[in-house]
């Protein structure tokens, strides 16, 4: 059973920083793509970062240029989001997803709560 599990949300102030963890079992954690997604109530999901499975490629939502950070590490099945400089607007939850190129499969975590208080 693939199983993708989110960590590190929680409340924070303006200015601060998270580091959120997403780890996956039951798949083969390096041959997928993942992604760092967030979703407000009433707003539709937004992609906020994304990096290769070879680690090779990163690219961010502009709105989080030069304030977050996507790194994985393959040996231990986990991809982070380091969030610094955390403003209001970041509030959301926050999801983490895994995609196959070839394979065409993709899952989602269950997310994880991020509220930066102003």
């Known amino acids: 059973q693939v199983q993708l599990v989110e960590s590190g949300g929680g409340l924070v102030q303006a200015g601060g920083s998270l580091r959120l963890s997403c780890t996956a079992s039951?798949?083969?954690?390096?041959?997928?793509?993942v992604s760092w997604y967030r979703q407000v109530p009433g707003k539709e999901r937004e992609l906020v970062a994304s990096?290769?499975?070879?680690?090779?490629?990163?690219n961010y939502a502009d709105s989080v240029k030069g304030r977050f950070t996507i790194a994985r590490d393959n040996d231990k099945n986990t991809v982070y989001l380091h969030m610094n400089t955390l403003k209001p607007e970041d509030t959301a939850v926050y999801y983490c997803y895994a995609g196959h190129r070839v394979l065409r499969r993709d899952y989602w975590g269950q997310g994880t709560q991020v509220v930066v208080s102003s």
């Open positions: 039951g798949l083969s954690f390096s041959r997928y793509d």
């Open positions: 990096i290769t499975k070879d680690n090779d490629n990163t």
